[in-house]
């Protein structure tokens, strides 16, 4: 059974930082992208980051040049250091794999395998 399960996720003062990470079993996802989505409540499920099998990174813009997403084929992980949060990077955060193309990479429905999500609260 293949899963992917997520920690890290907590309660954070705005300005602060935390480290998401995902664990993936049951088959290795070397030959695959992953990466993270984010849904707030009330809002629809929105693209965070996510890392090709080769390491090409790509990042929503609201979280360019705070968030950083990195793989560990080796260990089957993925993980998203978080910096400078605010209240609007609140949301449940999951860990996603699969096989996008160059353009859909930001599409949920192109991500085969989801986790099932950590709460990351903000306080200003």
């Given at each position: 059974q293949v899963q992917l399960?997520?920690?890290?996720?907590?309660l954070v003062q705005a300005g602060g930082s935390l480290r998401l990470s995902c664990a993936a079993s049951g088959r290795t996802f070397s030959n695959a992208a992953m990466?993270?989505?984010?849904q707030a409540p009330g809002k629809e499920r929105e693209f965070v980051?996510?890392?090709?099998?080769?390491?090409?990174?790509?990042?929503?813009?609201?979280v360019k040049g705070r968030f950083t997403i990195s793989r560990d084929n080796?260990?089957?992980?993925?993980?998203?250091?978080m910096n400078s949060l605010k209240s609007?990077?609140?949301?449940?955060?999951?860990?996603?794999?699969g096989q996008p193309?160059?353009?859909?990479?930001w599409q949920p429905g192109t991500y085969n395998?989801?986790?099932q999500g950590t709460q990351v609260t903000v306080s200003s």
């Open positions: 399960v997520e920690s890290g996720g907590g990466g993270w989505f984010r980051s996510t890392i090709s099998t080769g390491g090409l990174t790509r990042y929503a813009n609201s080796a260990q089957n992980t993925v993980s998203l250091q609007e990077d609140t949301a449940v955060y999951y860990c996603v794999a193309g160059l353009l859909n990479y395998y989801w986790g």
